[in-house]
T-cell receptor, first 114, second 112 residues
Framework: DAGVTQSPTHLIKTRGQQVTLRCSPKSGHDTVSWYQQALGQGPQFIFQYYEEEERQRGNFPDRFSGHQFPNYSSELNVNALLLGDSALYLC?????????????FGEGSWLTVV | LAKTTQPISMDSYEGQEVNITCSHNNIATNDYITWYQQFPSQGPRFIIQGYKTKVTNEVASLFIPADRKSSTLSLPRVSLSDTAVYYCLVGAGNNAGNMLTFGGGTRLMVKP
């Protein structure tokens, strides 16, 4: 059973460019969340998708947008990249409904903005 | 969202038992307590989750007192490979709009 998979694992972009990161959730999971983790800090919540809609959003500008597809996979898009967007971007998946559903993380996509 | 407080860092030696305590004074009734382990440049890895009393799995134990205002992650006989950052999080397990709020975590250094 594959866990949460993310692509690409590493990428380098130039300031002002746009980037798309992809995530496939763990089998049986229908909810996808995205987190940004700067070097030396804990992950920060960006937003969460369920039933192809953004359900909750953290304190991130509109340059950060996302999408969830009918197969529950998800994309994170960041426009007009800034140097400060350099970070590890983590995707997490879970199953909505009931209590005690564990959230699993992928290995992340390292984004470097130069 | 319940905030958590845990030690910034801890040192231990191989073979010792390590206990990391997390306080979460304003934990809500439906909140579960979850611990993650993270190595550099990798995603957080689920260790253990609990609601009350004691939970044990193949890698750790989680002790939760009756008032649930704190929890203790216990790692038996640590090895060098257990050197990592450990995060304690609380939140509703049903994910209905739930998001995880990470603190700074506890940096565990295991020495030979």
């Amino acid at each position: 059973d594959a866990g949460v998979t993310q692509s690409p694992t590493h990428l380098i972009k130039t300031r002002g460019q746009q980037v798309t990161l992809r995530c496939s959730p763990k089998s049986g999971h229908d909810t996808v969340s995205w987190y940004q983790q700067a070097l030396g800090q804990g992950p920060q919540f960006i937003f969460q998708y369920y039933e192809e809609e953004e359900r909750q959003r953290g304190n991130f500008p509109d340059r950060f947008s996302g999408h969830q597809f009918p197969n529950y996979s998800s994309e994170l898009n960041v426009n007009a990249l800034l140097l400060g967007d350099s970070a590890l971007y983590l995707c997490a998946s879970s199953r909505t409904g009931g209590l005690g559903n564990t959230i699993y993380f992928g290995e992340g996509s390292w984004l470097t903005v130069v | 969202l319940a905030k958590t407080t845990q030690p910034i860092s801890m040192d231990s030696y191989e073979g010792q038992e390590v206990n990391i305590t997390c306080s979460h004074n304003n934990i809500a009734t439906n909140d579960y307590i979850t611990w993650y382990q993270q190595f550099p440049s990798q995603g957080p890895r689920f260790i253990i989750q609990g609601y009350k009393t004691k939970v044990t799995n193949e890698v750790a134990s989680l002790f939760i007192p009756a008032d649930r205002k704190s929890s203790t992650l216990s790692l038996p006989r640590v090895s060098l490979s257990d050197t990592a950052v450990y995060y304690c999080l609380v939140g509703a397990g049903n994910n209905a709009g739930n998001m995880l709020t990470f603190g700074g975590g506890t940096r565990l250094m295991v020495k030979p």
